[in-house]
């Protein structure tokens, strides 16, 4: 059961300027301001997460699965119309009490390879 360790396919994503002013709008941010910061949730966990859930080794029972933590660390962040690349690992997968905690982190890159952010959340899946 457990996927610690396992590293899934680096995936691009463009920064697309019609979805960030939307985004922008929908937080009440200030559009002068750039790319928010939260909007790593689209391009760096959000693009990766899939693979993760959608693993047949990794068995994640996704009606059982809470969201139970999230931190970002940003080196910079993206522009609009830029494409950046994700990658996603388990950092962790065990269990206690009958309950599975799963790491998983990603890494964001931008094309020339400089770093954009790296994203970590613990998934806990229910008995």
Same mark, same amino acid.
């Given at each position: 059961?457990?996927?610690?360790?396992? #590293? !899934?396919?680096?995936?691009? =994503?463009?920064?697309?300027?019609?979805?960030?002013?939307?985004?922008?709008?929908?937080?009440?941010?200030?559009?002068?301001? *750039?790319?928010?910061?939260?909007? =790593?949730?689209? !391009?760096?966990?959000?693009? @990766?997460?899939?693979?993760?859930?959608?693993?047949?080794? =990794?068995?994640?029972?996704?009606?059982?699965?809470?969201? =139970?933590?999230?931190?970002?660390?940003?080196?910079?962040?993206?522009?609009?119309?830029? #494409?950046? @690349?994700?990658? *996603?690992?388990?950092?962790?997968?065990?269990?206690?009490? *009958?309950?599975?905690?799963?790491?998983?982190? #990603?890494? #964001? @890159?931008?094309?020339?390879?400089?770093?954009?952010?790296?994203?970590?959340?613990?998934?806990?899946?229910?008995?």
């Amino acid at each position: 059961m457990g996927v610690e360790g396992k #590293t !899934y396919p680096a995936v691009d =994503a463009l920064i697309e300027p019609e979805r960030v002013t939307a985004f922008v709008h929908a937080i009440g941010a200030d559009p002068a301001d *750039g790319v928010p910061p939260t909007f =790593a949730a689209v !391009y760096s966990l959000g693009v @990766t997460a899939p693979q993760l859930f959608g693993d047949p080794e =990794a068995t994640i029972d996704f009606a059982k699965l809470l969201h =139970a933590d999230q931190e970002f660390e940003w080196e910079r962040h993206p522009k609009p119309g830029e #494409t950046v @690349t994700s990658q *996603g690992r388990v950092v962790s997968d065990i269990s206690r009490r *009958g309950m599975r905690f799963v790491t998983f982190e #990603t890494h #964001t @890159t931008a094309e020339d390879g400089s770093g954009v952010c790296r994203s970590r959340a613990l998934f806990v899946i229910r008995p």
